[in-house]
């Protein structure tokens, strides 16, 4: 078990990662970021990957969360605060009450994901999507529907970034991602590991309902409004999602559930 | 065309409600709402329940907004000011620079919008909705695969709230809903009108790809945690979205992107 050391007053040097969380990204600045509430600490705690630095918790929360505490390495801080002085330290009301930092685990080549020794059967490859919701909620839909894998280019944001972490309800956390060198090939890697490239697209050539998938599938999805660049779209299979008339795009991780659903349902995980 | 009006001051009691936009909601207190950026104001014109009161936009902007200008009432007061003060009256870096006051149309009741003399083939009832993105990118799926009215019930947040029209990019004000009554009977009012009720739950009895809908379908989504009462559920047919292992929930927005869908198919739409 942890030992639970209380902090009394907000400015503790032990509990500086946590000052002003809202104005700072931890991420890319010394390999950490920020996880919020329950679920997404117990994702922390499960990862293969990351690891948690230091807790920062509400007192009164601590007898609930013992358990979850107790699967910690013993040399974890756990700092434990009143409510007050939480809000202070944290720079907004923290009504979930449950912070940690966490330390990243190292960057993963796509090519390690794609050619493991367990190659996943289907991975996301996303482009531009610059949006903290946006990722984070693509992370949510990959988790939900079993995705082994997520590529981003070098123009997406970082999965890691504190809001992408809260909407991917600790998906991001879970689910193995890369990122791609500027002048990377991602088509080429992906035919060279056998994935069939499928580009989403309102000007997409092939209904979803009509798609077939094949035996391993790349997803690809861009930001909404520049979608994806032609030279993307030129060398992959397109699908439309086909909307009402007058309305052209949907949110790009509402698409993300509706082609992985798809591509679950074609599985057959959808009974 | 309607007359620009160009405000110099921040303070000028013309553009009062502007101020502080972010710390306030207009709706309820005085029938108004904000809408932000220039397709919500496409949307707000196109509107044939709600109307544009005024318009505040940064001035470098209206040369290429004319046009929708011009399709104003010649007494709509249009007021132009530099991006300094614009952000000084909204109170944060406005980056869209086109703000409009709303004026909402009357309420209507569900009976108007479920008989009405083109009645919808689709409609969603939404229970508990509070959250402003969630409903508002519901919104945006029930205009994206045409649904013809949702109904609120007396839980659900309001759509016109600003965060929730920006989110819905404008179909909160293009999609007709009714709100519901505490004690009103919302199946009984759906069975009247001819429409199915299917409620989407985790634990579903069917499947979501299995599902044939009837002539008429009424959807019923809760909100993510509780989920619906089980007193609707029981009296409705019930839908699961099948999920990987160990993930039991999606966003609300998203699964209504999933099961609208899979109507849209149905109805012979998504080819």
Redo the contacts between chains.
């Keep these: 078990m942890p030992q639970l050391i209380p902090i009394v007053d907000p400015a503790d040097p032990r509990v500086e990662p946590y000052r002003d969380i809202r104005e700072r990204d931890l991420v890319g600045r010394r390999g950490l970021f920020v996880a919020e509430g329950v679920v997404v600490l117990e994702k922390l705690v499960e990862s293969a990957t990351h690891r948690a630095t230091s807790l920062l918790i509400a007192d009164k929360r601590a007898a609930a969360l013992a358990p979850l505490l107790a699967r910690l390495p013993a040399d974890t801080p756990v700092y434990l605060a009143a409510p007050g002085v939480l809000d202070a330290v944290a720079g907004f009301p923290l009504h979930r009450g449950v912070l940690a930092i966490g330390q990243r685990g190292a960057d993963l080549p796509a090519e390690a994901l794609l050619g493991g020794t367990i190659p996943p059967r289907d991975v996301l490859l996303l482009s531009g999507i610059a949006n903290h ?1 946006n990722m984070g ?1 693509i992370f ?2 990959a ?4 995705v082994g894998a997520v590529l981003l280019d070098a123009d997406c944001c970082d999965p890691l970034y504190r809001k992408a972490i809260r909407v991917s ?1 600790g998906a991001a956390l879970t689910v193995p991602f890369a990122r791609l060198g500027r002048d990377e090939d991602a088509l080429a890697l992906l035919a060279h590991h056998g994935f069939e490239a499928v580009a989403l697209s309102p000007a997409g050539t092939t ?4 798609w077939r998938p094949a035996l391993r599938s790349a997803v690809l999805l861009g930001a909404e409004g520049p979608g994806l660049a032609p030279a993307l779209m030129a060398r992959s299979r397109t699908l439309r ?4 008339a007058g ?1 052209d ?3 790009v ?3 993300s ?2 082609v992985l ?1 798809h591509l ?2 074609a599985r057959g ?3």
Tied chains: 1, 2.
């Design positions: 919701d909620g949510r839909n988790a939900a529907f079993g309800v209904a979803l309902p009509a999602i086909a909307m009402a309305f795009s949907l949110n991780a509402t698409t559930g509706i659903h679950a349902t995980g959808g009974a």
